[in-house]
Structures are given as C-alpha cells and as structure tokens.
C-alpha cells in the first residue's frame, strides 16, 4: 500500500508482472534452498557432533550479537540475556515454556480483542451467549481439574502409605 499497490485479487490484474516475479523468486530460491541442502548434508549431520559447551557457546554469542544489531541497545541484549536465565530457571525447576511463550506472543493480542468484545457487547455478553459460557466453562475446567486430581492423588498416597505403616505395626 506504501508503494501504491493494492493487495488481494485485483492485484493479479493490475500488476501481474510484480506477481509472477515474486513466484518465479520464490522458485528459483526453493531450487538454490534444495541444492545446497543437497550438497551440504553430510556438514548438516556433522553438526550434531558439535560438543554441547561449543554449540551453546555459539547459540549465546549469536543471540547476544542479534539482539543487539536490532536496535543497537544494551537494553536489549540485557533483555535477551534475562529471558534466557528465566528460561533456564523454567527448565531447571521442570516448569512449562510453551504456556508463558503462547503467552507472551498472544496477550496482547487477546488483550485487545477482549477490550474491544466489551465495548461492542459489554460484560454481558461473555455469560449470555451460549458459544461463550461454554469457552468460558472450558477454560475454568482446565484449572480446576488438575489441581482436583493432584489433590485426588496425594490423599490417595497418603492413605496408601497410612495403611502400609499401620499393618507393619
């Protein structure tokens, strides 16, 4: 739209020369992407080689250099480098990652949509509208039935370990 051009169908029309000069890019790079990989293969399977303490040395030293060419800021190499040691806290005491990454990526997304929701309906329309108590119901069942189960299942051990102690006696 910066450079006047309208996207969707229309743009097959009015510019079919931009159009199929981006598919023949495409193609000619997939072919160029096949043949090296192709011609690289034994180099790929070599990397699976690589001693862990070297390959994360280069991981650190290529993300550190990436957030920094950015934007040219500490700031967020500080950042990159922060996240990484909460990732490995996330690790260490076996903590999800998916979640807080799905998380991070669509907030503030949902953020917005669920603003707008209540502007367009208001807070009543998340509990009168069938389509969304049953999301609504879903998302408080998947909290609350694991922590149901997981105390289901230590009353279970501890009554198992109770009876195990007391015929012992």
Not at 98 to 116: C, D, K, T
């Amino acid at each position: 739209m910066i450079h006047g051009l309208n996207p969707g169908p229309e743009l097959f029309a009015t510019e079919p020369e931009l159009v199929y000069g981006i598919f023949a890019t495409m193609f000619i790079s997939s072919i160029f992407v096949f043949i090296i990989g192709l011609l690289g293969t034994k180099l790929w399977v070599r990397t699976t080689n690589i001693k862990k303490p070297i390959l994360y040395t280069f991981i650190f030293m290529f993300t550190v250099i990436g957030s920094y060419a950015i934007r040219n800021s500490l700031m967020d190499v500080g950042v990159c480098i922060a996240f990484g040691v909460i990732g490995w806290l996330f690790k260490r005491y076996n903590y999800p990652v998916a979640p807080v990454v799905l998380g991070l990526v669509l907030g503030r997304i949902m953020e917005m949509n669920f603003r707008q929701a209540l502007m367009i309906g208001g807070p009543a329309s998340f509990y009168t509208r069938p389509l969304t108590v049953i999301f609504l119901t879903i998302a408080v069942l998947s909290v609350i039935v694991p922590i149901v189960q997981e105390r289901r299942a230590r009353k279970k051990a501890a009554l198992v370990l109770g009876n195990g102690a007391g015929e012992d006696a």
